[in-house]
């Protein structure tokens, strides 16, 4: 059987290592000048491959995932990276390569690539796909729209991925194939990235530092997302690994055309924050409120926070009035902000939205086109940071490169 597969990143190289294990033959067109090029950023070019933590709450709204996962699970990617020479070190449920490098992903996967007899067309676009009778024909051109080729396949798999951090890649090009072949899509939007808030001031005053707090997404009076960890604060708005997993939920809401509320509590940890602030009015040598931060949280954080309550850093402490306290105290627990964006796609991870599992049969072939198949971020599946989302790719790529 000839096999093409479109898109030459996780999904694509693994549905076609389990192709050629079939014995088909395999051609993977890909735009890029190379393979795998969005892996290697991943993790922070460390590559967490997947997480020994797996269940649906680590996928959004998609419990059908899961399902799919446990066909090929956390533990058989290890298994299967082990077998290409890729030793694990586990942190935290992460699951990286022994050598922290996220190149030690790229390259096993490529040198066992280079076992099998695989066709690899780069810097090469289709231009159009049909099908007459059980045959493909895919029209194919180079990066220039020149020569224009036509190609045959008995089974197509498409894992181009959305339009998350397109300059690697993701430029959403394939989409408008999908309308021409009439397969619906949810609207892509950024997920996992930072949010732009309002109130410049504050972020310009507080830029570059970072602080463990929890953030939560609110919409019409309902914290619709929460998260805890090190938030960075930036002079746009916030980002982090708490602010990546909630900003889908921004990106979304936002496309609703909704007021969206980021409320931040960088003092939840530590106990009752009026409290601590009262005690820290009779430390001796405090003498003005920009003391009172000295030693509780980062200078230029606290700094922003005085602004925000409207109290000037060299006021002295006896001089501050209780409504004036009391206003500190409130923004302390609750800064609240306005989510005017979420993250551009050349700064998100990946995208929510993409074609339904509902239109996917078991094997993830669209049940409108015999033979025709997904692997990947092209799917409207997205999960947390932590490896989910590589996980995903191993699993679809495993399902749908398999011939039945």
């Known amino acids: ?30 735009h890029n000048d190379k393979l795998l090029k969005k892996i290697l950023s991943t993790g922070n070019g460390k590559c967490n491959f997947t997480n020994i933590k797996m269940d649906s709450s680590h996928f959004h709204n998609n419990d059908r995932a899961i399902k799919f996962i446990e066909r090929f ?61 059980d045959v493909f024909q895919l029209n194919i051109c180079n990066t220039e729209n020149k020569n224009i080729k036509k190609l045959y ?37 950024p997920a996992l990235c930072g949010i732009v808030l309002d109130n410049k001031n504050f972020f310009k005053t507080a830029s570059g530092v970072r602080a463990k707090g929890k953030i939560s997404v609110i919409v019409d009076g309902k914290t619709e997302a929460g998260d805890f960890g090190e938030l960075q604060f930036s002079e746009t708005g916030i980002s982090g690994i708490p602010t990546f997993q909630i900003s889908r939920y921004v990106s979304l809401y936002l496309n609703k055309n909704k007021k969206v509320t980021i409320r931040l509590d960088i003092f939840s940890h530590i106990g009752d924050i009026e409290k601590i602030l009262n005690n820290r009015t009779k430390i001796p040598s405090f003498r003005v409120m920009e003391d009172m931060g000295n030693g509780l949280i980062n200078a230029k954080l606290w700094l922003g926070i005085l602004k925000m309550a409207y109290i ?38 990946v995208c929510t939205g993409g074609i339904s599992l509902d239109l996917m049969d078991d094997n993830l072939m669209y049940k409108g086109i015999k033979n025709l198949y997904f692997a990947g971020e092209i799917l409207d599946v997205d999960g947390i940071c932590g490896g989910y989302n590589l996980q995903w790719a191993w699993t679809s790529g495993y399902i749908a490169g398999q011939v039945l």
Do not use: H
């Open 312 to 349: 000037k850093a060299d006021l002295d402490i006896k001089k501050c009035d209780k409504k004036s306290f009391l206003r500190l105290v409130e923004i302390c627990k609750n800064m609240d902000f306005t989510a005017l964006k979420s993250g551009d796609f050349d700064k998100s991870q």
């Open 73 to 133: 699970n956390q533990y058989d990617s290890i298994k299967f990276f082990n077998s290409i020479g890729v030793v694990e070190y586990v942190k935290d449920g992460y699951v990286y390569p022994n050598s922290e490098q996220a190149a030690s992903i790229r390259n096993a996967l490529l040198m066992e690539l280079g076992r099998y007899d695989v066709k690899i067309l780069l810097n090469t676009y289709v231009k159009d796909i049909n099908k007459n009778s």
């Open 1 to 30: 059987m000839k096999v093409g597969i479109i898109g030459g990143g996780a999904a694509g190289i693994m549905s076609a290592l389990f192709a050629c294990k079939g014995k088909n033959e395999v051609t993977i067109i890909e």
């Open 153 to 189: 396949f008995d089974k197509i798999i498409i894992a181009t991925g959305l339009m998350a951090a397109p300059k690697l890649g993701s430029d959403g090009s394939f989409l408008p194939l999908l309308k021409r072949l009439n397969i619906k899509y949810n609207t892509c939007l």
